[in-house]
């Protein structure tokens, strides 16, 4: 299993990075509205917990509760999504898809460009100036917080007296928690009324208009709802890696990965992007050039051995040295390859088609079946 799955260092970017892809969804999978631009408020969570962190932010101290900031970076990124929303909204199709991408592409420039935010904002990161780690838990009760990050320092030893934890599996469990609350506010959101108007929206905006819903207001408040859990993951983004950059979260291609994400899960799934960034994650470290921490060359290094892998295949091109021409390192070559099947054979994605089998939600299938045979 440790060939095909990432490290627990990576799943906390899955974790993290799904949680921006759901958000993603939200607005795009549930109203059709693809909202190209969305890596704004990913970008706006992040930076927002790391001026804080550094005192930047008037009326916040640097030892603000990080739980605190990420609710205060969603908020942040509502009110921008209302104002993106307000103007982007009066478009469709693909006239409101351009519009949300130049509106982040401004903030992408203005970031890059604004000395306040770091020494070098062009080039280098706007880097955490607090040494201690940021911690996920109950803000005021120290016992029921756990510190996050890269540099969280010591691990948990003893955790309720059995379990022991290292620094990197403390932050996948706390992330994780985070992302998991995250997503099941989201999924009680789409199953409400407000919810079902916004599918209404989707399927036939025309006649949910006619039937007498104003979905100016209503898409404008999804776009809000979906900014704010985008923050959030630019939120978990910062406390763990400690350090930001416009690339990493205001580039206009880390929505396309969020984009892809919800293709290869499925659209207007909710969970889909988490597992088509899972499925993303597992495919680049596999084939990773390093061939550390599992991957195809070591397996295959395990179980072949050495004098396999100098064998000659042709022209003195050994073994080895063709996995290294055709596969290793070649990741983003093979997952371009596989986005496009995923368009052209399972355009419903990994969860979408998944649902399509078992006739709806996974869960209430599994449920159906259990009560069904217990009855």
């Given at each position: 299993m440790e060939t095909l799955l990432p490290r627990v260092e990576t799943m906390v970017v899955v974790f993290y990075f799904g949680l921006f892809a759901m958000s993603f969804d939200f607005i795009s999978g549930y109203t059709g509205y693809l909202s190209f631009g969305h890596a704004a408020f990913y970008g706006a969570g992040a930076y927002f917990v790391v001026l804080a962190s550094n005192g930047k932010v008037p009326a916040l101290g640097p030892n603000t509760s990080f739980v605190a900031l990420l609710v205060l970076a969603g908020l942040v990124a509502v009110v921008l999504a209302l104002l993106i929303g307000a103007v982007s909204f009066r478009l469709s199709g693909v006239y409101f898809a351009m519009i949300t991408l130049g509106f982040s592409q401004v903030l992408y420039v203005f970031v890059r460009d604004w000395d306040f935010v770091g020494s070098n904002p062009r080039d280098g990161p706007a880097v955490l100036e607090r040494t201690d780690p940021f911690s996920i838990g109950v803000p005021g009760v120290d016992s029921l917080n756990l510190a996050i990050g890269q540099l969280a320092g010591d691990s948990v030893e003893g955790f309720l007296g059995v379990l022991n934890f290292s620094t990197a599996e403390v932050s996948y469990y706390m992330v994780g928690l985070v992302v998991l609350?995250?997503?099941?506010?989201?999924?009680?959101?789409?199953?409400?009324?407000?919810?079902?108007?916004?599918?209404?929206?989707?399927?036939?905006?025309?006649?949910?208009?006619?039937?007498?819903?104003?979905?100016?207001?209503?898409?404008?408040?999804?776009?809000?709802?979906?900014?704010?859990?985008?923050?959030?993951?630019?939120?978990?983004?910062?406390?763990?890696?400690?350090?930001?950059?416009?690339?990493?979260?205001?580039?206009?291609?880390?929505?396309?990965?969020?984009?892809?994400?919800?293709?290869?899960?499925?659209?207007?799934?909710?969970?889909?992007?988490?597992?088509?960034?899972?499925?993303?994650?597992?495919?680049?470290?596999?084939?990773?050039?390093?061939?550390?921490?599992?991957?195809?060359?070591?397996?295959?290094?395990?179980?072949?051995?050495?004098?396999?892998?100098?064998?000659?295949?042709?022209?003195?091109?050994?073994?080895?040295?063709?996995?290294?021409?055709?596969?290793?390192?070649?990741?983003?070559?093979?997952?371009?390859?596989?986005?496009?099947?995923?368009?052209?054979?399972?355009?419903?994605?990994?969860?979408?088609?998944?649902?399509?089998?078992?006739?709806?939600?996974?869960?209430?299938a599994v449920a159906d079946r259990i009560w069904g045979e217990n009855r």
């Open positions: 609350v995250c997503y099941f506010v989201m999924q009680r959101i789409i199953h409400s009324p407000f919810g079902r108007v916004l599918i209404a929206i989707r399927e036939n905006e025309e006649r949910a208009e006619a039937v007498g819903y104003n979905t100016f207001w209503y898409k404008l408040g999804a776009f809000a709802v979906s900014a704010f859990f985008a923050a959030i993951a630019g939120g978990l983004f910062a406390g763990f890696q400690r350090s930001v950059s416009p690339e990493e979260t205001f580039y206009f291609l880390v929505t396309g990965d969020a984009l892809l994400a919800s293709i290869i899960g499925g659209f207007a799934t909710l969970a889909g992007p988490l597992y088509g960034w899972l499925f993303d994650e597992t495919i680049t470290e596999f084939l990773s050039k390093r061939g550390e921490g599992g991957g195809l060359l070591p397996y295959l290094r395990d179980h072949l051995g050495e004098g396999t892998l100098s064998i000659e295949i042709f022209n003195g091109l050994t073994v080895q040295e063709a996995i290294d021409t055709f596969l290793n390192g070649h990741a983003e070559l093979y997952i371009g390859v596989l986005f496009v099947l995923f368009v052209l054979f399972v355009p419903n994605g990994l969860l979408g088609t998944v649902r399509d089998r078992v006739g709806g939600p996974i869960g209430k």
